[in-house]
Every structure is written in structure tokens, then in C-alpha cells.
Nanobody
Framework: QVQLVESGGGLVQAGGSLRLSCAAS????????MGWFRQVPGKEREFVAG????????YYHDSVRGRFTISRDNAKNTASLQMNSLKPDDTAVYYC????????????????????WGQGTQVTVSS
């Protein structure tokens, strides 16, 4: 069992930056691939970024590539999402997620493949 708690959301003007953090507790954090997703009312949860156990295999959704950076610190049991050049379309509830992985290279991008989820943190970007 892994517990995930997001923080760092808030209100920011377009062009601004936010840094989301995901604190993990429970089993060995370094055994889990991590991902960030976002969701707006009436839409499916959308993949934003993901990385494998050691952070060397990273994927981004096309809409955030070049603006967002995902990272992890296995020593501190945390994953982060640095979001720059924010746009109103980035407004959503952001969730971090974890998936146990025996493969060191595995980076899941589908929400259904993740096992554990945080409670979400609201990000609002004003125009």
C-alpha cells in the first residue's frame, strides 16, 4: 500500500509557474513508477507526465512538453511537477499516481494502469 499526498496547487496568472509535489509513504518508493494526471469536470482524467523508477525514462503529453518538468527524489520519497508558462487550458485538478513496477524502464501512461492515487490539488490559471 502506498499513500500519496499532493501539494502546491493554487491560483496563478497565465504565464506564471507552479510546482506540485507528491509525498509518498508506505512501501519502497523507488519500486514505483510515478505519473501526474489532470482532470476537469465532465472530462476523462488526462495523462500529463510520467517517469520510471529511477527517473531516466520520462514521457510528457504533447500539450505540456517543453513547459512542464517531472522529477523524483527517491531518497525523499517525493515526485514533483514543475509547471512553467502556464495557460488557462492547464486549469484542472492535478493528481499524482503510483504503479509498482518490476521493470526499471517501465513508464505507464494510461490511468487504468496506475494502482494508487492522491486526493488531487486544484490548479487554476487565470487569463
Amino acid at each position: 500500500q502506498v499513500q500519496l499526498v499532493e501539494s502546491g496547487g493554487g491560483l496563478v496568472q497565465a504565464g506564471g509557474s507552479l510546482r506540485l509535489s507528491c509525498a509518498a509513504s508506505g512501501r519502497t518508493f523507488s519500486s514505483y513508477a510515478m505519473g501526474w494526471f489532470r482532470q476537469v469536470p465532465g472530462k476523462e482524467r488526462e495523462f500529463v507526465a510520467g517517469l520510471n523508477r529511477n527517473g531516466g525514462n520520462i514521457y510528457y503529453h504533447d500539450s505540456v512538453r517543453g513547459r512542464f518538468t517531472i522529477s523524483r527524489d527517491n531518497a525523499k520519497n517525493t515526485a514533483s511537477l514543475q509547471m512553467n508558462s502556464l495557460k488557462p487550458d492547464d486549469t484542472a485538478v492535478y493528481y499524482c499516481a503510483a504503479r509498482y513496477s518490476e521493470s526499471s524502464d517501465y513508464t505507464p501512461i494510461l490511468a487504468v494502469t496506475y494502482e494508487y492515487w492522491g486526493q488531487g490539488t486544484q490548479v487554476t490559471v487565470s487569463s
